[in-house]
Structures are given as structure tokens and as C-alpha cells.
């Protein structure tokens, strides 16, 4: 298959969503890629409805934030799971971007998110982005965006090195494997913001933390919301 007929193929399934992210049956353009029954059966947290919720009580032992959620549970061998496996690892952007248009639907919807000004994704290093092909949190910060009316900076962070995954490390691994990680390299273009920091799926939060203590030191004067695709269940009940 040549490279032109595959990128056709990736902007039409973005453009018409003739087949559901999840099963493959038939979904409308106004669905954001999933069908109804799919619609049913994912596990969504609600967590974006209130500020009382897990996410931001974790958060918020490390860092200050304004607002934190994640739009659905990550666990066992489900298929959405197997979703964010596909466009994590199989190329399938266009599942992130859409996944993301739902995501920032809701969270405009909600209210608790209207002051937001900018959404940064999560960087990847340059050798893993090149390696991967993109950054599937840009895709899905910018579906966000899209539903949002707000604008995506991928440009005033950056990540210093390129560090192993943090897959199957303890949790003391997972913050030494991060420290240090991110830097502001355009501070000028963040002050006095509510920035939200968006990522895929979130574990143990060290990432996280690390990208919004390496903006509130550069950036005093702004104010960071956190918002996940996911997360995982044990997040959740450890913060319960």
C-alpha cells in the first residue's frame, strides 16, 4: 500500500468516521468515532463534572492545580484499552484526535474548564517522536482543543532527555526516572495562563507532576488544570 493512498485513507477516516474506533460497526459524523452501543459499554469516570474527584486530589498532594480529570477507566485487557494501545503504539492517530474531540466536548460542557486558556501535551523527545511517527498526546490535545475553541502549544516545553518508559517501574523508579525531566524554554508566552496539561493514560501521575512543578517554577504567575484520557482504576480507589 503506498504512502499516498494510506495518509487518504487516515484524513477520510478522520473527516467521515465511516467505521467505530471501538467494534468497527457504523457511526455518525456527530458521535466523535464511537457508535451508540459503544457508547454504552465505556467505562467513564464522570470525573470532569466535579471538582472533587480523584484526579485532582492527587494531584493537588504534589502540586497546585485548578482542575483535574480523566475521561475514562484504563484496565485489563478491554477494548479501550485496546484502543489506546492502537494509537499509543499503532499508528492510529486519528483515534486520539477524535477521542479527544469527545473529551474536550465534555469538559466545555461542564463548565469547570471555561477559563482555560492553552492546552499542552505532554512532549516526547525528539528520537522517540521520530521513532513513533508523532506524539499521540498532540493528537488528542488537539481534538481536545478543536471542541474546545482554544489553542494547543506544543512548543514553550520541552524534554530534556529521552528516558525509558516508565512501564513496570515501582513507584520510587517512576519519580527518579522523571526528575528533571521537562524545561520552559518560552516562559514569556505562558504568563498569567490557565494552562491544561493533557496526556493518554495516567498511572502513578510522576510525569505529570514533574511537566507542571517545571511550569510553576518558570511561570509563577499562571494556573495548570490536568485532564487524561484515562486512568487507572487503582488511582481511583487509592484516593477514595
Sequence with gaps: MSMLYKAYRAIRS??????????????????????????????LTNYWLTEDNPVKEMFSVWVPIEQGS????????????????????????????????????ELKASGLY????????????????????YNQSRYLAEGMATAMGIEVDAHSTRR?????????????????????LFKVVKPNK?????????????????TIATLISAIREAVPNCRVS???LAVTKRISTLNR
Aim: overall charge neutral; proline content about 4%; hydrophobic content about 40%.
Design 190 to 206: 505562558l504568563a498569567g495562563k490557565h494552562i491544561l496539561v493533557v496526556d493518554d493514560v495516567l498511572t502513578s501521575g510522576a
Design 14 to 43: 478522520l473527516i467521515f468516521h465511516e467505521e467505530c474506533m471501538a467494534c468497527g460497526g457504523y457511526v455518525d459524523d456527530a458521535m466523535h468515532g464511537i457508535c451508540l452501543s459503544c457508547r454504552y459499554e465505556i467505562p
Design 114 to 133: 471555561d477559563d482555560v486558556d492553552v492546552i499542552i501535551p505532554i512532549p516526547l523527545h525528539p528520537f522517540k517522536q521520530l521513532k513513533r511517527g
Design 70 to 105: 480523566a475521561f475514562m477507566f484504563y484496565a485489563g485487557n478491554s477494548l479501550w484499552r485496546s484502543m489506546i494501545h492502537r494509537f499509543k503504539y499503532g499508528g492510529e492517530w486519528q483515534v486520539a484526535y477524535n477521542m479527544g474531540r469527545w473529551y474536550g466536548a
Design 160 to 180: 530534556q532527555r529521552n528516558n525509558p518508559s516508565q512501564a513496570r517501574r515501582g513507584a520510587r523508579a517512576r519519580w527518579d526516572n522523571v526528575d528533571g
Design 226 to 228: 490536568v485532564a487524561t
